[in-house]
């Protein structure tokens, strides 16, 4: 099992870089596609990227979220499903909160998707 200390992320380029310093402020290691060099990349080249170095994927793209596309081996994707009206600081909370939740829990092979208040998990 994996401790939360130990998640890797590789932040999406749908997603803000204050989210990056905001995981890094709760103690957990993050890079955004664009620190990474993968900006206007591929979703397959960004998904192979985040195997490679071992990063579970946050990302508001819904394509990550068919399993049909992106299924097992992974290191762990994490779509959300949050209102583009919700303001940032709301956003990066709901995050934070869903990983508090899966804090102790290995993200290998698995899918997590973050709504407003609540989360869904498919291993």
């Known amino acids: 099992m994996q401790p939360a200390s130990s998640w890797l992320f590789l932040i999406d380029e749908n997603m ?3 989210l990056v310093a905001a995981l890094r402020t709760n103690g957990y290691t993050a890079e955004h596609v664009y620190d990474a060099g993968l900006q206007g990349q591929l979703d397959t ?3 192979a990227y985040a195997q490679a170095h071992q990063e579970v994927l946050i990302t508001g793209d819904l394509d990550f979220s068919d399993i049909r596309e992106y299924r097992p081996p992974h290191f762990g ?3 959300t499903r949050l ?5 940032q600081a ?3 909370q709901e995050i934070l909160n ?3 939740t899966l804090q102790g829990q290995s993200l290998l092979n698995t899918l997590v998707i973050v709504e407003p208040g609540k989360i869904r998990i498919r291993r």
Do not use: H, K, Q
């Not at 209102?83 to 303001?87: A, C, L, V």
């Open 77 to 79: 994707i994490i779509v």
């Open 98 to 100: 869903a990983l508090t």
């Open 45 to 47: 080249l960004v998904f």
């Open 83 to 87: 209102p583009n009206e919700m303001p």
């Open 16 to 18: 803000s870089a204050t």
């Open 90 to 92: 709301e956003r990066i």
